[in-house]
Nanobody, 116 residues
Framework: QVHLVESGGGLVQAGGSLRLSCAAS????????MGWYRQPPGKPRELVAT???????VYADSVKGRFTISRDNAKNTLYLQMKSLRPEDTAVYFC??????????WGQGTQVTVSS
């Protein structure tokens, strides 16, 4: 099993920045990819960004150029640096990991609220 704990969410004004963290523990040595997803109020969960164990990244078009996903393998931590935040970025942000043979694991989520 993989245990994921997000932190770093909060309330920020439009144009501001936040950095989310996701601490991973458990069977983490075989994680092949990790990602950030978000669920805006009343909407389904959507992809924000993913990163593979090799460092390849994918971003949703809506966050390209504003968000940066990274991972610190020594600290077993995934990050999402968010800049130029917009009210439409308001959502619960979830950390996700994928391990071949084990599947997906999810954190409990952290709320990000961007005021206009």
């Amino acid at each position: 099993q993989v245990h994921l704990v997000e932190s770093g969410g909060g309330l920020v004004q439009a144009g501001g920045s936040l950095r989310l963290s996701c601490a991973a523990s458990g069977s983490i040595s075989s994680i092949t990819a990790m990602g950030w997803y978000r669920q805006p109020p009343g909407k389904p969960r959507e992809l924000v960004a993913t990163i593979t164990s090799g460092g390849n990244t994918v971003y949703a078009d809506s966050v390209k150029g504003r968000f940066t996903i990274s991972r610190d393998n020594a600290k077993n931590t995934l990050y999402l640096q968010m800049k130029s935040l917009r009210p439409e970025d308001t959502a619960v942000y979830f950390c996700q990991s994928y391990t071949l043979g084990l599947g997906d694991y999810w954190g409990q989520g952290t709320q990000v609220t961007v005021s206009s």
